[in-house]
T-cell receptor
Framework: GAVVSQHPSRVICKSGTSVKIECRSL??????MFWYRQFPKQSLMLMAT?????????EQGVEKDKFLINHASLTLSTLTVTSAHPEDSSFYIC????????????FGSGTRLTVV | QKEVEQDPGPLSVPEGAIVSLNCTYS??????FMWYRQYSRKGPELLMY????GNKEDGRFTAQVDKSSKYISLFIRDSQPSDSATYLC???????????FGKGTMLLVSP
């Protein structure tokens, strides 16, 4: 089956620093990748949608200068949280889509970011 | 009114019970419906998907969609402690659209 690898699974960083999270589709080419944020006991909130080779589309209220998304290839997307602050602490999850298939949305295992 | 409503629970049942999880939605344009299972601190994994009203069965799991009532359900038969997780319903307009998730229902199956 389709596998999406997300790294790191957990990261602690100091306030003001930047953190990069990688999302890779291991055995398929992802036409689209999605980045979500999830707070405790809350649902997944879509942050942005990215297609390979083009700029990401951010959801309303998501700061594009703070959450930099790069989708350089059909198998790799990265999310960089710049100048992180404690309020950015959350669970970040990526999803890769093969497009057109209902079972085509595969999620990574998530990254727990803690900013101290 | 939120697009997708789902009771967050927790729902506690004894092992072997039949579990019913539900979501309602307001956007009649949703065409595809999915159920995901999410263990603590992990990404969601797809359990079932369907795009038509009616029932779809896969082992101990049955997904039910009633588009006229904008209501979907997931039934789990012979529930096991390993089923303890958060169950998220999700829906989308098409296979190329973003997913809209419910808040998730936490299920606890006790031995």
């Amino acid at each position: 089956g389709a596998v999406v690898s997300q790294h790191p699974s957990r990261v602690i960083c100091k306030s003001g620093t930047s953190v990069k999270i990688e999302c890779r589709s291991l055995d398929f080419q992802a036409t689209t990748m999605f980045w979500y944020r999830q707070f405790p006991k809350q649902s997944l909130m879509l942050m942005a949608t990215s297609n390979e080779g083009s700029k990401a589309t951010y959801e309303q209220g998501v700061e594009k200068d703070k959450f930099l998304i790069n989708h350089a290839s059909l198998t790799l997307s990265t999310l960089t949280v710049t100048s992180a602050h404690p309020e950015d602490s959350s669970f970040y999850i990526c999803s890769a889509s093969r497009g057109g298939e209902m079972d085509g949305y595969t999620f990574g295992s998530g990254t727990r970011l803690t900013v101290v | 009114q939120k697009e997708v409503e789902q009771d967050p629970g927790p729902l506690s049942v004894p092992e072997g019970a039949i579990v019913s999880l539900n979501c309602t939605y307001s956007n009649s344009a949703f065409q595809y419906f999915m159920w995901y299972r999410q263990y603590s601190r992990k990404g969601p994994e797809l359990l079932m998907y369907t795009y038509s009203s009616g029932n779809k069965e896969d082992g101990r799991f049955t997904a039910q969609v009633d588009k006229s009532s904008k209501y979907i359900s997931l039934f789990i038969r012979d529930s096991q402690p390993s089923d303890s997780a958060t169950y998220l319903c999700a829906m989308t307009l098409s296979g190329y659209s973003t997913l809209t998730f419910g808040k998730g229902t936490m299920l606890l199956v006790s031995p």
